[in-house]
């Protein structure tokens, strides 16, 4: 148990719809991320922030969102969303979010039908 | 930005023989190569790391070997067992993109 925790741990839903999936990080870390993993890629890196802020932007669509809050809980927002956005969502947190270790949750697996 | 490859795609090794996967990255300002597990359903776990300052560094059964100047880093698997089969990605954090980079994954089959 890497103590991130990834609610909820399935979900499915409909094209066009929008979906929230939320991240807690372990106790102490201040900086999440999220990824993005589908069936034949790696982990594809969406966003990072690190105590509320925003700290670091990849490959993220602008259908989606995220934010941190003052708790550090963070939570992804995805919308108009599309038969390909069904894929294994993964936070993760550290320390500070820079060159350290990474703890991953157990994922969010998304269908959209 | 960034580019990390990672090869093989697969692997199969009998139980008792060593694994080795390779990585590449292409960012000379990249510092710190982690290497993560993926057990089906579960989240990636870190499973040994390296900082560019180091050459080597071992665990038990796992090792990590890093050559800077080739940008290249590889993870080695001793004495296999079934329980190691899994799919393993390596990753690179760029202090020039201020985030990782992941390779695209190995899967690990160790045949008992």
């Known amino acids: 148990d890497s103590g991130v925790t990834q609610t909820p741990k399935h979900l499915i839903t409909a094209t066009g719809q929008r979906v929230t999936l939320r991240c807690s990080p372990r106790?102490?870390?201040?900086?999440v991320y999220w990824y993005q993993q589908s069936l034949d890629q790696g982990l594809q890196f969406l966003i990072q922030?690190?105590?509320?802020?925003?700290?670091a932007k990849g490959n993220i669509l602008e259908r989606f969102s995220a934010q941190q809050f003052p708790d550090l809980h963070s939570e992804l927002n995805l919308s108009s969303l599309e038969l390909g956005d069904s894929a294994l969502y993964f936070c993760?947190?550290?320390?500070?979010?820079?060159?350290?270790?990474?703890?991953f949750g157990p994922g969010t697996r998304l269908l959209v039908l | 930005g960034e580019n990390v490859e990672q090869h093989p795609s697969t692997l199969s090794v009998q139980e008792g023989d060593s694994a080795v996967i390779k990585c590449t990255y292409s960012?000379?300002?990249?510092?710190?190569f982690p290497w993560y597990k993926q057990e089906l359903g579960k989240g990636p776990q870190l499973i040994i790391d390296?900082?560019?300052?180091?050459g080597e560094k071992k665990d038990q059964r796992i090792a990590v070997t890093l050559n800077k100047t080739a940008k290249h880093f590889s993870l080695h698997i001793t004495e296999t067992q079934p329980e190691d089969s899994a799919v393993y990605f390596c990753?690179?954090?760029?202090?020039?993109?201020?985030?990782?980079?992941f390779g695209t994954g190995t899967s690990l089959t160790v045949i008992p």
């Open positions: 993760a947190s550290s320390v500070d979010g820079t060159e350290e270790i990474q703890y």
């Open positions: 960012d000379s300002a990249s510092n710190y």
């Open positions: 106790s102490g870390d201040l900086s």
């Open positions: 990753a690179a954090f760029s202090n020039t993109g201020n985030q990782f980079y």
């Open positions: 390296i900082r560019s300052n180091v």
């Open positions: 922030y690190y105590n509320g802020e925003e700290r």
